[in-house]
T-cell receptor, first 113, second 113 residues
């Protein structure tokens, strides 16, 4: 088990373009989370899946953002019509049970120019 | 709402100094409490956790005790090393089914030889 894997590590895109990030959680973990971290801040919750069901979405997740976990394994986070304010580190995490804490991936750093 | 407040940085210490990073929280009920560490260019790693009052989490020489009466979870280490230089995040997870980890803003620690 190699932990939580995120791809790509870095993404530079022009404003208005669409981007998609992928997260592969630890295989036996049924919960998967997306967070966003801006410079100098702590991670902020975006959304959470239990198996393939998306159970909660933050108000931070505007209509331009969509996340999927079609088979309850890997997940994708898509941002449409990117804006400069979307520049951040996007972190994925997974967990097996409530209260056990998450295992985070190394993140995808998005820069919108 | 739920929140985590932690000591603002940056904190700079000499090697072998004693470290304290303060963390207090507001939450409904009795959440689980965590300290995560983020090394440059990497994702967050779980450092230690405590799931109920008076529990002490410990790892790699770091300790933190869950204090219900003061709603605190201060991180301590008796003798820091240069390799401890990183950003440290305090976080809590409610115990009533909400899966959202709430993080503090992080404290950047730099240890000088």
């Amino acid at each position: 088990d190699t932990g939580v894997s995120q791809n790509p590590r870095h993404k530079i895109t022009k404003r208005g373009q669409n981007v998609t990030f992928r997260c592969d959680p630890i295989s036996e973990h049924n919960r998967l989370y997306w967070y966003r971290q801006t410079l100098g801040q702590g991670p902020e919750f975006l959304t959470y899946f239990q198996n393939e069901a998306q159970l909660e979405k933050s108000r931070l997740l505007s209509d331009r953002f969509s996340a999927e976990r079609p088979k309850g394994s890997f997940s994708t986070l898509e941002i449409q019509r990117t804006e400069q304010g979307d520049s951040a580190m996007y972190l994925c995490a997974s967990s097996l049970s409530t209260g056990s804490g998450y295992t985070f991936g190394s993140g995808t750093r998005l820069t919108v120019v | 709402g739920d929140s985590v407040t932690q000591m603002e940085g940056p904190v700079t210490l000499s090697e072998e100094a004693f470290l304290t990073i303060n963390c207090t929280y507001t939450a409904t009920g009795y959440p689980s409490l965590f300290w995560y560490v983020q090394y440059p260019g990497e994702g967050l790693q779980l450092l230690l956790k405590a799931t109920k009052a008076d529990d002490k989490g410990s790892n790699k020489g770091f300790e933190a005790t869950y204090r219900k009466e003061t709603t605190s979870f201060h991180l301590e280490k008796g003798s820091v090393q240069v390799s401890d230089s990183a950003v440290y995040f305090c976080a809590h997870l409610p115990n009533f089914g909400n899966e959202k980890l709430t993080f503090g803003t992080g404290t950047r620690l730099t240890i000088i030889p």
